[in-house]
T-cell receptor
Framework: GDSVTQMEGPVTLSEEAFLTINCTYT??????LFWYVQYPGEGLQLLLK?????DKGSNKGFEATYRKETTSFHLEKGSVQVSDSAVYFC?????????????FGKGMKLTVNP | DSGVTQTPKHLITATGQRVTLRCSPR?????VYWYQQSLDQGLQFLIQ???????AKGNILERFSAQQFPDLHSELNLSSLELGDSALYFC?????????????FGPGTRLTVL
């Protein structure tokens, strides 16, 4: 079945550091790819998404490019802030099998220190 | 605010009991999803409804059931509760049933089984 593998961390960075979170996927069809973020004590929020190969999703300084050839969707940010401290989940949705359910990676906890 | 509401926020109950979790999707969204988040299993898809009908089941135990009502709100019923059922339960909604749709998550219900 479909699966998502991502860096799990936890990771601690200093403010203004560069962030990369690796995410690779396995899917039978042509999935859409998502990054969700979970701030402490809250639900999941969509950070960005890409729905076809070579699409780039971007939001709040974060970017990720849908790479079909490497089945990857790595998340990057050039300069992290303390407010970026959260858990980041990579996910895919693939209608193969009759459901648009999200399949999540295990999540990566990021702490950014001032 | 995602527009998805869940009640209650917290639920503490005893083993063997039955509880009902409620979800109101974003206005106009036809698809509702339930997910369970636990430390050992991560985020797991439980069940999806589309416009009142069950569309897909995931890793949902037989002790659990759900339904979506004509006004599109949904309820997740958990019975014969066990300690291992303690988790965060999220509801999400999306406009239609496309893998490209964004799923919007509610704040979750934290269930503690003692």
């Amino acid at each position: 079945g479909d699966s998502v593998t991502q860096m799990e961390g936890p990771v601690t960075l200093s403010e203004e550091a560069f962030l990369t979170i690796n995410c690779t996927y396995t899917a039978t069809g042509y999935p859409s790819l998502f990054w969700y973020v979970q701030y402490p004590g809250e639900g999941l929020q969509l950070l960005l998404k890409a729905t076809k190969a070579d699409d780039k999703g971007s939001n709040k300084g974060f970017e990720a490019t849908y790479r079909k050839e490497t089945t990857s969707f790595h998340l990057e940010k050039g300069s992290v802030q303390v407010s970026d401290s959260a858990v980041y989940f990579c996910a895919l949705s693939d209608s193969q099998g009759g459901s648009e359910k999200l399949v999540f990676g295990k999540g990566m906890k990021l702490t950014v220190n001032p | 605010d995602s527009g998805v509401t869940q009640t209650p926020k917290h639920l503490i109950t005893a083993t063997g009991q039955r509880v009902t979790l409620r979800c109101s999707p974003r206005s106009g969204d036809l698809s509702v999803y339930w997910y369970q988040q636990s430390l050992d299993q991560g985020l797991q898809f439980l069940i999806q409804y589309y416009n009142g009908e069950e569309r897909a089941k995931g890793n949902i135990l037989e002790r659990f059931s759900a339904q979506q009502f004509p006004d599109l709100h949904s309820e997740l019923n958990l019975s014969s509760l066990e300690l291992g059922d303690s988790a965060l339960y999220f509801c999400a909604s999306s406009a239609l049933r496309l893998s490209t749709d964004t799923q919007y998550f509610g704040p979750g219900t934290r269930l503690t089984v003692l």
